[in-house]
């Protein structure tokens, strides 16, 4: 049943193919000094930068930029940008680009006029700033739909010396305060990384949606995001201009992780611990390390829970149930997933991710255990899952 | 596809079976006069009133009260709750009911300090209160689910002259800043009520749904809420303390009607049209109007969208596809929403909630038009609709 929750969501979602027609508008509330943010500088190629500056522009803003966020932001980036935006006093982040982008103006928001220790308080003990330090408002202009950071107060660093991936979900004051959605910012995505946001968008769903023995409203609305995201995937990977489909692909990932469909319940997560271990000794690709390791923990998992894989294959899949027992469905389910993730080209061995076997024990000790889902594991058990996942 | 549009929603909600214990905490942000309103007093036979005025006087607020805010409330009754209001200065209006009673209440907050003719304005002209006019700020404690109205802009009055009743959607100034959603608050609801809101929580999400011809996100998440609101309601019928059922229903009527499922694409809404001018004639609940008139409606128009309907047949109904024409699978997703009309005790005939044949012509010309569906009406066609559900 749902249990007792505070919802609010302080973002406001620009969305749709004139999205960046409001930029300029979203930009007034906020005073003159703007940290602009992004990664490799596809976004000079592909024009957006130069929109990006125009609004910036118009809305008669003074700019200073930190470049070269990488996909996997990493704690040194952060404290660079922290001190940048500390020195030129900026009054906004924006930061155009993915997940990673966005998830790195959290933390250089947080982490710019914080005297502790960074890595130590936000992330390993995933405190909150004080109510009374001072955060940086921050917007974001999205160009790859996945991680949701658009919508909520997500921000996975990794911290290049320990070799730790770890997230941490800020409070609403660390959210956006408005998100440009344009699907068409997606369309130059190249398709490995649109197929890496896709699986991890599915998969935010899947880890919310695998806990619990209820039967919640929240649990009806991830079957329909999923339902959503596998269809469209099928008409993204052959036709990426699509923008029925690549607009479907983008709303369901903000909807997959701003809190709605986990309303109330217990949440999983522990194939997002281990692709965040796997990412840190790999530099891999995210999505990607979380479609390669599914399979085998949804099948490790699946005995423990065979009702709700069960419900899984046959509202989601379109499974027919009739003459079946439910362990036939809840593993048929697993087929139609494993099945996908090959069809739409995701990656389905961790050793095509660069992991070796003399790996599997480090990221097995940099797997971080949780308990909300249906079975707790051990360390032996994420060894036999990247085992089998290789 | 998803066509451009801006989502944000301030309302934060509070839910739970402890939520009323955030009513304090939630009444601190607002200045010390209330204007509590309700409506027959049920309230104070379950113990909700009580609960309330407690949190009331710990927060250290001056009560003012308008009670007997009838099931459709009135212009008259806007007008008097506006008055009182303005002579007292209050600094929130504080709803606490159904949807009526917070409906109301957004009323009284845009009638409040207007000096125009509210009913021709607001409701008729369907114009917004302008900027710089003084808006009373609202919260809301729920004891029904079904309209939505404790986190959206609507409102929807009577003017008891006229025998108009029309529905207004405000901009987000006029929602609610907070609700608190106890799904136990709901259990005194006598069952005639309870299915009324059943019904009006579905209508809300088929009138969204039977429209557009794209396969948008936003229908996957209405085939998700209509799955959960029919399941919720089969266990509520039986058992109507079944808190997993209750909290469901209760917080699927908030996310069928909050614009999420309607985002970026079109809307029908005339059995809500047809609905009104019933309870407009008939004085019945509004939910029930929707009941009575919704099978004849959507066979009406099924021809025009025989694809989305033979959809709603398979996904909401589970009715098996094999070896069927799309217009046969259309039809018994009808008949299975007829059949469910039946099951949860929802009105199947206008008649039986007062309406009678020489009311038809009167009704049908109360009925405003709409153009967002498969088939725009005209007034023989409303006819024809009224005079198969009689």
Redesign the interface.
Known sequence: ?????????P?????????QK?ITEALKGFGPKVLLTYGGGSIKRNGIYEQVCEALKEAGKQVTEVSGVMPNPTLGKVLEGARIARENNVDLILAVGGGSTIDYAKAVSAAAYYEGDVWQNFWVKQKEPAADQHIIPIGAILTMAGTGSEMNGGSVITNEETKMKIGKVFSQRLMPKFAILN?RYTFSVPRYQMVAGIFDIMSHIMEQYFSGD?????D??????M??VI??SRVAIKDPEN??AR??IM??AT?ALNT?IG??KKEDWMVHMIGHAISAYTHATHGMTLAAVSVAYYRHIMPYAVKRFARFAK?VWEIPSQNKSDLQLASEGIDALAAWIKEIGAASEISSLGATPDMLEGIADATIILNGGYKVLDHDEVIKILQESL
Do not use: C, H, K
């Open positions: 049943m749902l249990g007792n929750f505070i919802y609010s969501n973002t406001t979602l620009y969305f749709g193919d004139q999205a409001n699907p209820d039967d919640n409203t929240s009806y609305l991830a079957e329909g995001l339902r959503s269809a469209s923008y029925e607009s479907n709303w369901s909807w709605l309303e109330g509202v």
